[in-house]
């Protein structure tokens, strides 16, 4: 299993190709690719490269889905015998990025691919023992 921490909004994230993240808001439009370079780890295979504090040559691509508002956080400031009460709420701004692919020094150590399609077994058996084999 291949993954990265990334550094991104003022946070970490250990992301995986294929997965999607919510992250702080990206100035960039859903369906645009972004790639980042802020990248602290990257494992493959049981090989680690830890960064100081960057991997150099280390680059995670994305793709943006959407731009969301998170859920209201509700922030309530009360003194009591003193009737001072403060309501407030807010808001997060997210953005859900799918990550395509890491790469370090230029070799794609794992890109989403379509997954295989199985292919239908078809049975070849003649109709003939078929219907031998049912009697």
């Given at each position: 299993m291949t993954y990265a921490i990334i550094e991104t909004g003022g946070k970490q994230i250990r992301v995986e190709p294929g997965r999607f993240y919510d992250i702080e808001l990206l100035a960039i439009e859903p369906d645009e690719k972004v790639t980042i370079d802020s990248v602290l780890l990257v494992?493959?295979?049981?090989?680690?490269?830890?960064?100081?504090?960057?991997?150099?040559?280390?680059?995670?691509?994305?793709?943006?889905?959407?731009h969301y508002r998170g859920r209201k956080v509700l922030v309530y400031k009360m003194k009591p015998k003193k009737k001072t009460r403060k309501k407030r709420?807010?808001?997060?701004?997210?953005?859900?990025?799918?990550?395509?692919?890491?790469?370090?020094?230029?070799?794609?150590?794992?890109?989403?691919?379509?997954?295989?399609?199985e292919t239908p077994v078809i049975d070849e058996t003649p109709a003939e023992e078929l219907e031998t084999a049912a009697e």
């Open positions: 494992q493959h295979d049981g090989e680690v490269t830890i960064g100081q504090p960057l991997v150099t040559g280390a680059t995670v691509e994305g793709t943006v889905l959407r709420g807010h808001r997060q701004e997210i953005t859900r990025l799918l990550i395509d692919s890491i790469t370090l020094n230029g070799a794609v150590f794992a890109a989403q691919g379509e997954p295989e399609k």
